[in-house]
């Protein structure tokens, strides 16, 4: 018997009918150098990942088509990727094919892994989990899985960006809050849509220490002056003003 909550599902349907439309943006992804997030923000802007990775077991959150654990096994470390929707995986599993980088990929939910504890150094997350799983269920997961003084990173929608989001589809944040903070956690769009997961900070924070975290950065993430994205839910006038991404960095206690 599924015992998963009723987003997992959700989502994995979801996923499963939107690979397609992400198979060209993985391919880029494992072709050119690691960029973040829906404005491309070169890795050498943000320094999101460690400078040495040599040797280090690490596990991608919701991997999609799996180029950021490609990013690091070129960076030296022995990555494994997880992801809900097997329409991804099978992307991820062909371009591993034509790049002739294999790492194991495995089916399954970010928030309830298959994998012992202390399996891991470094564990990451660009959306995937980030935004598709519960907070609640995956933060305590990351912390299970990673050694004492590994690392955590994950990428997602920033909390101003969500607070002033419109209800309706295709439309871009405003410039007013146009929902409370208080309260904030699980959001369901017009359908098509999955179920998405957003904290305020100061609910990050407690999430993150209770699960035994120490807190390393908060990157407010901001696009190069002309960039483009072909994400309707922001412009480029809003994201030069106010951070429509962030980058959290936390650490698990010894």
């Known amino acids: 018997m599924d015992e998963s909550p009723d987003h997992v599902a959700k989502n994995r349907a979801y996923w499963d009918t939107k690979a397609a439309e992400y198979a060209e943006s993985g391919a880029r992804g494992w072709a050119e150098p690691p960029s973040w997030g829906i404005w491309s923000v070169p890795e050498a802007e943000l320094g999101v990942l460690p400078a040495d990775m040599t040797g280090m077991d690490t596990i991608e959150l919701g991997c999609g088509t799996a180029y950021v654990s490609a990013w690091l096994a070129r960076r030296g470390a022995r990555p494994v990727g997880i992801d809900n929707s097997p329409e991804q995986l099978a992307t991820a599993r062909r371009l591993q094919a034509a790049h002739g980088l294999v790492f194991p990929l495995h089916l399954g939910n970010a928030e309830a892994t298959p994998f012992p504890d202390a399996s891991f150094d470094f564990a990451i997350s660009e959306y995937g989990a980030a935004i598709w799983c ?19 990173v994950f990428l997602r929608n920033s909390t101003l960006m969500m607070l002033a989001m419109p209800e309706a589809d295709n439309e871009a ?22 179920v998405e997961f957003h904290l305020g900070h100061g609910d990050w924070i407690r999430l993150l220490r209770r699960s035994g975290f120490e807190i390393e950065d908060l990157i407010e993430v901001y696009p190069a002056e002309g960039a483009t994205t072909s994400y309707p839910f922001v412009d480029l006038a809003w994201a030069s003003a106010w951070p429509s991404e962030e980058i959290w960095k936390a650490r698990k206690r010894g």
């Open 134 to 152: 519960d907070p609640y269920r995956w933060i305590p997961e990351a912390a299970r899985l990673l050694r004492p003084g590994g690392q955590l």
């Open 173 to 194: 944040a405003t410039a007013r809050l146009v929902r409370p903070q208080r309260g904030m956690h699980r959001f369901e769009w017009p359908e098509p849509s999955g």
